[in-house]
């Protein structure tokens, strides 16, 4: 594995995969520890990544911030912690905004959305 790509990847969807990440985890530290873990994983080469990259990278990040949960055992409620999307305007109170109407949806329809319009999948 080059670190090369790695970086490159997490260039292009680092923030998407954080925001994935935090539509599922619900808190964003723990969503910034399961994106630096699933990193950390390609680049000890402990992963292999074949195929589209980006899909990759979500699907690790789903499975890694599921075995958080399963970890945890318990759901963490998303507090006001700051931003943890970007919003297409680039406005905090845009991204606020979008976190507050993502937190109102169901987490199988929070997930769709992130993937859909972050993640662009």
């Given at each position: 594995?080059?670190?090369?790509?790695?970086?490159?990847?997490?260039?292009?969807?680092?923030?998407?995969?954080?925001?994935?990440?935090?539509?599922?985890?619900?808190?964003?530290?723990?969503?910034?520890?399961v994106?630096?873990?699933?990193?950390?994983?390609?680049?000890?080469?402990?992963?292999?990544?074949?195929?589209?990259?980006?899909?990759?990278?979500?699907?690790?990040?789903r499975?890694?911030?599921?075995?958080?949960?399963?970890?945890?055992?318990?759901?963490?409620?998303?507090g006001?912690?700051?931003?943890?999307?970007?919003s297409?305007?680039?406005?905090?109170?845009?991204?606020?905004?979008?976190?507050?109407?993502?937190?109102?949806?169901?987490?199988?329809?929070?997930?769709?959305?992130?993937?859909?319009?972050?993640?662009?999948?």
């Amino acid at each position: 594995m080059d670190h090369g790509d790695a970086l490159q990847w997490y260039d292009e969807h680092g923030r998407a995969l954080l925001a994935y990440a935090c539509a599922l985890l619900r808190d964003p530290s723990a969503a910034e520890d399961v994106l630096q873990q699933v990193f950390l994983n390609v680049l000890r080469g402990r992963s292999t990544v074949s195929g589209n990259p980006a899909a990759y990278l979500f699907r690790a990040v789903r499975n890694s911030a599921l075995n958080h949960i399963r970890r945890q055992s318990r759901e963490v409620e998303l507090g006001d912690g700051g931003v943890w999307l970007e919003s297409p305007d680039g406005s905090t109170e845009t991204a606020m905004a979008l976190q507050s109407a993502l937190r109102t949806l169901p987490d199988e329809q929070r997930e769709v959305v992130v993937l859909k319009i972050w993640g662009q999948l």
